[in-house]
């Protein structure tokens, strides 16, 4: 008899974006360190297909996955906290659920009756999450014990009825001992005095009943710890026992909130709950989950403690929403904390540096260069759009006279391209086709196999490998021994436009090698790094995508050491880190 995985619903009341990634990130990292093998699956109500076409200023980050799907931002949270690689079919959203249930009525797979919302939209809606949830995870192949499935949205919310309901049959489906319903709502501090209300989470409970569910476990967001009294009043309205509502107050960081939940007893409740107990785990499994929760502590220790601070210049286009480059941020940090070091972040608007904005607003663009100026490492993320792109080439530029460090992902290591090409190379009029299609010296080109007609999906997308090449200047490269002196190694893309591979040779005359190239053809330029400099790198990939908490990405890591003069000692195979029982896996 295969072996019954177990659900752990998240779900949301009041207000949007309350934190049930979070939340349900960090309730798998806890059972993680059980040594359960934790999957997770995020609900999307919106009618796209996937997260590929919305914009960062709407909706956040678009999160690229190995298999080259175009996701929700909290699948990026999941594959953080959980150390897990995710497919496309752990983001399920109404366009996915539509679309398959129209496609088999096409074939006539419904024999002829009226497809409905009930039972055929529900009845898909579960089929795809107990077909993912059994889906493994990770390299060990193991089926999954606990799936995680957030539901996004609010409760009450018209476009998410169908799931709402679909959540409903499916705790009956499995069984009560495998389904846990985790409800995240909002108790408001109000009034001058800061009187903490339990009114909107009562009415967010009663309309979760309403619709069939009843929550195992209240997750409760606020700004401040429980007042006293407040617990016992949540436990006796919404009639869910004391011991099983949490206050996740504001914290230190949110990789304090697994501490949080562990030290109320969130363990206890799902064990509890779903009978985990009865679980067959190895001695071997269950010591590396011990293991990892040590290591987890010292790195939430480390983010509280007053370390010395780096200053890293982000120059974007969407630096108004952070959650638009969440990944960089992420990946900033645990290289940071990595090193020991506090990372300290300056914002700022790639378009505010350009000279238009010295005559239009000449205070924002002195703000704005002071802020670049400053930073002890320069970092410019991907983008798309020719928007704040002049902005971004003369921050390369910046970097590489001042020999700043300099991180260049995707658009930023075009722009650096671009930069090098016009200010070293002497093509004064070097541009990337994509903002100027008839440019005389195209420094950045279109990838000859992308559909130039339909947006969704057509980029080149997820993980390919680059391989490093055979030369001294690639053996000696110090982006080639922050990858462990690795010949290949496989990171995820999200791209169209490419380097020109007609100006390599003169751009490597001149001092920038490209150092990685793809593995398939070896003409597709993958990492540049700049001769003589502290650190100026510029990658086609996005290696945010596959940093860790506990495992920082390369790159990343290589622009921390490098702005906090680490760098050298580092490749030399210094230790940064005296005390051994503080070690962090780097």
Excluded at 270 to 283: C, D, H, V
Aim: charged share 25%; glycine share 10%.
């Amino acid at each position: 008899m295969a072996k019954q995985t177990k659900y752990i619903i998240v779900s949301g009341g009041v207000i949007s974006g309350i934190g049930k990634g979070i939340i349900a990130s960090s309730t798998g990292l806890l059972l993680k360190t059980l040594g359960l093998t934790v999957t997770s699956i995020k609900i999307d109500p919106y009618l796209n297909i996937d997260a590929g076409t919305l914009s960062p200023l709407d909706h956040g980050e678009v999160f690229v996955l190995d298999d080259g799907g175009e996701v929700d931002l909290d699948l990026g949270n999941y594959e953080r906290y959980l150390d897990v690689t995710l497919t496309r079919d752990n983001n399920i959203t109404t366009g996915k659920i539509y679309r398959e249930v129209i496609d088999k009525e096409r074939r006539g797979d419904y024999l002829g009756k009226t497809v409905q919302v009930v039972p055929h939209i529900t009845n898909a809606i579960q089929d795809w999450v107990e077909r993912v949830g059994a889906m493994p995870t990770s390299d060990t192949g193991r089926t999954p014990d606990v799936c995680i499935v957030e539901l996004g949205g609010t409760v009450g919310d018209i476009e998410s009825a169908p799931f709402i309901e679909a959540m409903r049959q499916f705790q009956f489906r499995v069984g009560h001992d495998n389904f846990c319903l985790i409800h995240v709502s909002l108790v408001p501090v109000v009034g001058a005095v800061g009187e903490q209300k339990t009114k909107p989470t009562q009415a967010s409970v009663r309309d979760l009943r309403g619709l069939g569910l009843s929550p195992d476990i209240l997750a409760c967001r606020s700004a401040l710890p429980f007042e006293e009294g407040i617990r016992e009043k949540l436990s006796m309205f919404c009639q869910v026992s004391p011991k099983q509502v949490f206050s996740v107050h504001d914290c230190e960081s949110l990789y304090h909130v697994p501490i949080l939940l562990r030290e109320q007893g969130m363990i206890d409740v799902l064990t509890n709950r779903l009978k985990l107990n009865a679980l067959s785990i190895s001695k071997e499994i269950m010591l590396e989950g011990d293991t990892l929760w040590t290591q987890w502590r010292e790195f939430a220790r480390r983010r509280a403690r007053d370390l010395d601070a780096t200053t890293i210049a982000i120059v974007g286009k969407y630096t108004y929403l952070a959650d638009s480059y969440i990944s960089v941020v992420k990946g900033l940090e645990h290289a940071a904390l990595n090193v020991k070091r506090k990372i300290n972040i300056k914002w700022v608007e790639a378009s505010d540096l350009e000279e238009k904005t010295m005559h239009k607003d000449p205070l924002k663009y002195h703000e704005a260069w002071q802020h670049l100026c400053a930073a002890d490492g320069i970092l410019v993320p991907g983008g798309f759009g020719e928007r704040g792109v002049e902005g971004k080439v003369l921050a390369a530029k910046w970097a590489r006279e001042h020999n700043v460090p300099y991180l260049g992902i995707c658009l930023g290591m075009q722009v650096a391209v671009i930069e090098f090409a016009r200010n070293v190379c002497g093509m004064a009029d070097a541009q990337s086709a994509e903002f100027r299609e008839g440019c005389e010296t195209p420094a950045i080109v279109f990838m000859p196999e992308i559909d130039r007609t339909t947006m969704g999906g057509t980029m080149r997308l997820g993980s390919r490998p680059t391989k490093f090449q055979d030369s001294e200047v690639a053996r000696r490269s110090a982006i080639k021994k922050l990858y462990g002196n690795a010949d290949e190694v496989h990171e995820r893309h999200r791209h169209r436009y490419e380097v020109n591979p007609e100006i390599v040779k003169e751009l490597e005359g001149k001092g920038m090698q490209f150092v990685g190239r793809d593995a398939e053809t070896g003409e597709r330029m993958e990492i540049l790094e700049l001769d003589g400099h502290a650190y100026f790198v510029g990658v086609q990939y996005h290696p945010e995508y596959l940093t860790r908490p506990l495992n920082p990405s390369p790159p990343f890591l290589g622009l921390l050491l490098a702005a906090s003069g680490q760098l050298e000692a580092y490749l030399a195979g210094e230790d940064l880190v005296d005390d051994a029982e503080t070690k962090l896996k780097l």
